[in-house]
């Protein structure tokens, strides 16, 4: 699977961020996409997973903030980032995977090359 991430940037807290991800088309419909971040020192965690009939997942932290759509007759998805933190601030990385796989786990799937999402005080 070959993954392009864009949307990546710089807000204020409080702000918004829209984050797109295309990937190809020949596997995008057989699993499941989204995204995972990793901050300086700290352990890449998930941040929202899409299955292909649409099931979602989401780390602790976003849930109520972002949320996660896809769009299967463009072969993207996106995460729409609401009401940024600081802590929000990472490196962002498009994935897929399987529809069957953990969609908690950390190292499986493909992944893109990573957009910086910076969120000032």
């Known amino acids: 699977v070959q993954l392009q991430a864009s949307g990546g940037g710089l807000v204020q807290a409080g702000g918004c961020l829209r984050l797109?991800?295309?990937?190809?088309?020949?596997?995008?419909?057989?699993?499941?996409m989204g995204w995972f971040r990793q901050a300086p020192g700290k352990e890449r965690e998930l941040v929202g997973m899409?299955?292909?009939?649409?099931?979602?997942f989401y780390g602790d932290s976003v849930k109520g903030r972002f949320t996660i759509s896809r769009d299967n007759a463009k072969n993207t998805v996106s995460l729409q980032m609401n009401s940024l933190k600081p802590e929000d601030t990472a490196v962002y990385y498009c994935?897929?995977?399987?529809?069957?796989?953990?969609?908690?786990?950390?190292?499986?799937?493909?992944w893109g090359q990573g957009t910086l999402v910076t969120v000032s005080s």
């Open positions: 994935n897929a995977r399987p529809d069957y796989a953990n969609m908690y786990a950390k190292s499986i799937g493909s």
């Open positions: 899409i299955r292909s009939g649409g099931g979602t």
């Open positions: 797109s991800c295309a990937a190809s088309g020949s596997i995008f419909s057989r699993n499941a």
